[in-house]
């Protein structure tokens, strides 16, 4: 995929106007408790300063929907990315307006501003152009560098690139299409898909765009249970979408017609209810899940089927959790894919904020080549859907 790149256009000494991803998780007393979006900015700002640019930086955070919510404004990541450059970040605590265009106007070389939460104008998630204008206020060059946010066509990620005379992806920016192209894009035949979740309904569109070009699909998690319903098989409690029964039945008819290997679980971590300390029952293969009860983790048999596909592929993509990992009783399944992932020795790319926290809950992060920081765009973009942020870069 072709977009304009940050490295190609000259932005030296200009007003760039930065699209972030600073929609981090905070605490009820709004300390940030996870500052790795901060941290993935950092190369593209400090290849603009390196440029004696001006920069003003501008991101979402939380779903304020159009009004002013204290809680969700962004001068504590101000303070954080102050912090971690050693420098002051001016913070006029507003969108738009005089207030705004005065501190762009005081900017001097090698500094930077910081916009209010965008979502505080109503304007932003409508994608209003009389929006983006006012963003485009004495702006020289714009660069996106919010994976995250560039499935949405809000008027910082689709309106406002038309109206700059250049506009870029950022370094993270690219990073990502680069990694997640690998996955759409002429990949390794080796190619192992593991999908886990709550919902098969979400991953659907993904297996049906790389369906022709994996090698073997694993599927874990709550989605995998539709798809055993849908071959017949009795899955208690489970939780089942039955709309897309048939769905799933078509799947496995396509695979097996194109020569995918799609491997469900042979046998369950089943209970009563998601609940640390209840009573377990693991199933055995072609053991059904006891009526009363529901698959909560893969089984040790299925963990070891799927650790031996992982061994044999060269490239990995990761998308949902085997089961209900965040209660202890149910991580095994997913912090055994984690760390076999992990020490595959091949490319590895995880999306989805689960995934995401899988890994890092079982320490090898670290490990991992690619750890994407966008979950819903990274679906969209491996379901091989527009993101309006990326077609609009596009040269």
């Given at each position: 995929m072709k977009i304009k790149k940050l490295k190609d256009i000259d932005v030296s000494g200009r007003l760039a106007f930065l699209r972030n991803d600073f929609n981090v998780p905070m605490d009820k007393q709004q300390r940030i408790t996870d500052d790795t979006r901060i941290r993935e900015?950092?190369?593209?700002?400090?290849?603009?300063l390196e440029k004696n640019c001006r920069i003003v930086c501008a991101s979402h955070l939380g779903r304020p929907n159009g009004e002013i919510i204290p809680e969700c404004s962004l001068r504590p990541?101000?303070?954080?990315?102050?912090?971690?450059?050693?420098?002051p970040i001016a913070f006029p605590g507003e969108v738009i307006g005089e207030k705004v265009?005065?501190?762009?106007?005081?900017?001097?070389?090698?500094?930077?501003?910081?916009?209010?939460?965008?979502r505080f104008q109503p304007g932003e998630m409508k994608n209003d152009e009389s929006f983006a204008r006012e963003l485009s206020k004495q702006v020289d060059v714009y660069i996106d560098d919010a994976f995250g946010a560039v499935h949405r066509a809000h008027a910082s990620i689709e309106a406002l690139p038309r109206l700059v005379k250049k506009a870029a992806a950022g370094l993270l920016l690219q990073k990502e299409i680069e990694y997640l192209s690998m996955a759409v894009e002429n990949p390794p035949r080796e190619y192992?898909?593991?999908?886990?979740?709550?919902?098969?309904?979400?991953?659907?569109?993904?297996?049906?765009?790389?369906?022709?070009?994996?090698?073997?699909?694993?599927?874990?998690?709550?989605m995998a249970y539709t798809f055993l319903k849908a071959k017949g098989e009795e899955v208690g409690q489970s939780k089942i979408e039955p709309e897309y029964l048939e769905?799933?039945?078509?799947?496995?008819?396509?695979?097996?017609?194109?020569?995918?290997?799609?491997?469900?679980?042979g046998d369950h971590i089943a209970a009563f209810s998601p609940e640390p300390q209840i009573t377990l029952k693991i199933t055995r293969a072609g053991e059904t899940i006891p009526p009363e009860m529901m698959g909560l983790d893969i089984g040790p048999e299925t963990i070891e089927s799927f650790l031996k596909e992982i061994a044999a592929a060269r490239l990995i993509v990761w998308n949902g959790p085997m089961g209900v990992f965040e209660v202890d009783t149910f991580a095994g399944g997913t912090m055994e894919i984690a760390r076999a992932v992990a020490e595959s020795g091949c490319t590895t790319i995880?999306?989805?904020?689960?995934?995401?926290?899988a890994v890092?809950?079982?320490?090898?992060?670290e490990k991992i080549t690619h750890i994407s920081t966008g979950g819903g765009a990274s679906l969209e973009f491996l379901s091989g859907k527009t993101l309006p942020g990326i077609a609009v870069l596009k040269s």
């Open positions: 900015s950092l190369p593209t700002i400090r290849f603009l990541v101000a303070l954080r990315l102050g912090e971690l450059l050693g420098k265009e005065k501190a762009k106007k005081a900017l001097r070389p090698g500094e930077i501003l910081l916009l209010e939460n965008l192992l898909l593991i999908l886990g979740g709550a919902k098969v309904s979400d991953k659907i569109p993904l297996i049906e765009n790389l369906l022709g070009k994996v090698h073997t699909i694993l599927i874990g998690g709550a769905k799933c039945l078509q799947i496995l008819e396509k695979a097996d017609r194109l020569g995918v290997r799609i491997i469900l679980p995880i999306g989805g904020g689960d995934s995401v926290a890092k809950q079982a320490g090898v992060a």
